[in-house]
């Protein structure tokens, strides 16, 4: 599997990706908002665009859908449940559905709820797993919940993302990792891991971003670090009637509110 990482340089700061099976060339284009860059990085390559994954029904993930079809007549996948706010879907996906791309590429679907709920992400059949999850999570954060849940995304984290290998790669759909970095270190002031690498990523070049694993983000990442008590003890300044011993769930869902208007 040949993964390429796609800067949109918008004011979305979108990633979109491109996954190809290195013996045929056949290639998913993952949320190709930005269809002109997929062409050309496709091209490059000598890739062929066969399919499209769309991990979510938003625009900024589907916008590109239409003129990719156009030029390549790929076949548009995403949630079962997206048909009506998706056009063209030719294929709906559920939970534990694999998407195979050329001979070697296998993509095991997740039913991924709480951005929106008809959200999927992908994990790769390969000796180190990756996770494309477009806005379900980000590096060093979550997505919002605005067309969604928050509990059905902490339900999301805790019973899926949370359970996966350490080694995992990690592709988000939008590169906000400085900020979330910041909104880490308000909550957990002395998590000398986050301000590593904030240090280190502060001035990246998205062309080139970092790409974090589970293992990492475990660390970095506050909605991973429900149990700590750095993160309880900061978030019952924001909310002093925090039970003394809050659950995770407690926890993740106060730290979310928190992040609506940080």
């Given at each position: 599997?040949?993964?390429?990482?796609?800067?949109?340089?918008?004011?979305?700061?979108?990633?979109?990706?491109?996954?190809?099976?290195?013996?045929?060339?056949?290639?998913?284009?993952?949320?190709?908002?930005?269809?002109?860059?997929?062409?050309?990085?496709?091209?490059?390559?000598?890739?062929?665009?066969?399919?499209?994954?769309?991990?979510?029904?938003?625009?900024?993930?589907?916008?590109?859908?239409?003129?990719?079809?156009?030029?390549?007549?790929?076949?548009?996948?995403?949630?079962?449940?997206?048909?009506?706010?998706?056009?063209?879907?030719?294929?709906?996906?559920?939970?534990?559905?694999?998407?195979?791309?050329?001979?070697?590429?296998?993509?095991?679907?997740?039913?991924?709820?709480?951005?929106?709920?008809?959200?999927v992400c992908?994990?790769?059949?390969?000796?180190?797993?990756?996770?494309?999850?477009?806005?379900?999570?980000?590096?060093?954060?979550v997505g919002?919940?605005?067309?969604?849940?928050?509990?059905?995304?902490?339900?999301?984290?805790?019973?899926?993302?949370?359970?996966?290998?350490?080694?995992?790669?990690?592709?988000?759909?939008?590169?906000?990792?400085?900020?979330?970095?910041?909104?880490?270190?308000?909550?957990?002031?002395?998590?000398?891991?986050?301000?590593?690498?904030?240090?280190?990523?502060?001035?990246?070049?998205?062309?080139?971003?970092y790409v974090?694993?589970?293992?990492?983000?475990?660390?970095?990442?506050?909605?991973?670090?429900?149990?700590?008590?750095?993160?309880?003890?900061?978030?019952?300044?924001?909310?002093?009637?925090?039970?003394?011993?809050?659950?995770?769930?407690?926890?993740?869902?106060?730290?979310?509110?928190?992040?609506?208007?940080?």
């Amino acid at each position: 599997m040949i993964v390429k990482q796609i800067w949109t340089a918008n004011s979305y700061r979108n990633f979109n990706y491109l996954i190809a099976c290195p013996e045929t060339g056949e290639a998913l284009a993952v949320d190709p908002l930005d269809h002109e860059k997929c062409l050309q990085a496709a091209k490059a390559a000598g890739w062929q665009i066969t399919q499209i994954l769309n991990t979510h029904e938003h625009r900024d993930h589907t916008g590109g859908n239409a003129a990719l079809v156009e030029k390549t007549k790929a076949k548009i996948l995403a949630h079962q449940n997206a048909r009506d706010k998706i056009p063209d879907m030719f294929r709906g996906l559920a939970a534990g559905d694999v998407i195979k791309v050329g001979k070697t590429v296998e993509l095991e679907v997740l039913d991924t709820p709480g951005h929106t709920m008809s959200h999927v992400c992908l994990l790769s059949h390969t000796d180190q797993p990756a996770l494309f999850c477009g806005d379900t999570m980000f590096n060093a954060g979550v997505g919002n919940c605005n067309s969604g849940h928050p509990v059905a995304l902490y339900e999301t984290f805790s019973g899926q993302l949370h359970k996966l290998p350490d080694t995992t790669l990690i592709y988000p759909g939008h590169d906000y990792i400085e900020n979330n970095l910041r909104f880490t270190l308000a909550r957990e002031p002395d998590n000398k891991q986050a301000q590593a690498m904030l240090n280190q990523v502060k001035d990246q070049n998205p062309d080139q971003a970092y790409v974090s694993t589970l293992s990492v983000e475990r660390e970095i990442n506050t909605f991973f670090r429900l149990t700590s008590p750095g993160v309880i003890a900061q978030l019952r300044v924001a909310f002093p009637d925090l039970p003394d011993a809050p659950d995770p769930r407690t926890v993740f869902l106060k730290l979310r509110e928190l992040r609506n208007s940080w």
